[in-house]
């Protein structure tokens, strides 16, 4: 080719057309990975407690699945694990956050109580604001009658006008902060309570990619040793485990779970109303409506 013209060449090639594609076809064959990507179901969610390492997979035989430290930073003590035994030893992890069934059964009562009480406050103290908020702009009409009838000055009508509208402002936007849509702690907290009762129970019946999911809602991070694993929970699981632990479900340490009272019942709900409180990821949010309600999982979600 030349100058944009292709000539007929009258040199006699140098090698054949069958060679000249054989080692295109090698060429290409350089720009793929001579080795498979494997998505392993626990890859990246460990970390190895003797240096720090990540735990990495690998498959042997092209069968079973292996877990072991990377080794990043020299020979580590950490020994290999099958992916049936990982599986059941993380699968503890969350029978350390179950919650009993008659404690979710009184907590999602409580809630249910306290989102009704909140309803009726929001109700009292809308119909409060708006009665505030009439009772303002008549004494402005008012005044503006008397105003034109002489029996108020200039001055006075312009400094009262003033502070009137300043607090007409005032209410407008407090009625304007209540009816926006503010997530429901008392929904949030119950899916989480919920959830946690039922999150070993969905464990034992995944495929081990499914399992994983599972404990990535529950779990920050975790590490391992030989023997023990040291997990670090999202912060509404962690408040779970230690309520776990201690069997204290009401926040006082001399209730030990006798039926609740009233009295206890609110403290019970002021502790776990916290819980929802802490920030609580959207993914995770979403991961939970799945796992609790699968046949729901291709609807539209409404974001909490």
């Not at 060449?9 to 000249?20: S, V």
């Not at 070993?200 to 499914?210: A, D, F, G, I, R």
């Not at 404990?215 to 975790?222: E, P, S, V």
């Not at 109303?273 to 409404?302: D, K």
Request: overall charge positive; hydrophobic content about 35%; glycine content about 4%.
């Amino acid at each position: 080719m030349w100058d944009g013209k292709t000539y007929q060449g009258k040199h006699a090639p140098l090698i054949t057309n069958d060679l000249f594609q054989a080692v295109q076809d090698v060429f290409r064959g350089h720009n793929h990975s001579k080795y498979r990507k494997h998505d392993f179901a626990f890859g990246g969610l460990l970390r190895c407690a003797y240096d720090d390492c990540r735990v990495t997979a690998e498959r042997k035989k092209d069968r079973y699945v292996y877990y072991r430290c990377t080794g990043h930073r020299g020979k580590c003590d950490l020994p290999r694990f099958r992916e049936a035994d990982l599986a059941l030893r993380l699968g503890q992890l969350l029978q350390d956050i179950y919650v009993p069934d008659n404690v979710l059964q009184s907590l999602q009562s409580a809630f249910k109580e306290d989102h009704c009480r909140t309803e009726t406050w929001r109700r009292q103290e809308r119909e409060r604001l708006q009665r505030r908020l009439a009772g303002v702009r008549s004494r402005m009409d008012q005044a503006y009658l008397d105003k034109l009838e002489g029996k108020i000055s200039e001055e006075f009508w312009q400094r009262k006008t003033t502070e009137w509208q300043q607090e007409e402002q005032q209410i407008l936007l407090a009625l304007q902060g209540m009816e926006q849509v503010s997530p429901d702690r008392a929904l949030t907290a119950s899916r989480i309570l919920e959830l946690a009762n039922k999150a070993h129970s969905l464990y034992v019946t995944q495929k081990p990619s499914e399992q994983a999911k599972l404990l990535k809602i529950a779990l920050l991070n975790c590490s391992i040793d030989a023997v023990t694993l040291y997990p670090t929970y999202r912060k509404p699981f962690e408040l779970i485990f230690r309520a776990a632990k201690t069997k204290d479900w009401s926040g006082r340490e001399d209730l030990n779970l006798r039926p609740p009272g009233p009295e206890l019942r609110q403290n019970t709900l002021s502790c776990w109303l916290a819980c929802s409180s802490l920030r609580v990821e959207s993914t995770v949010l979403h991961g939970i409506r799945q796992l609790l309600f699968p046949s729901c999982s291709q609807l539209r979600e409404v974001r909490p």
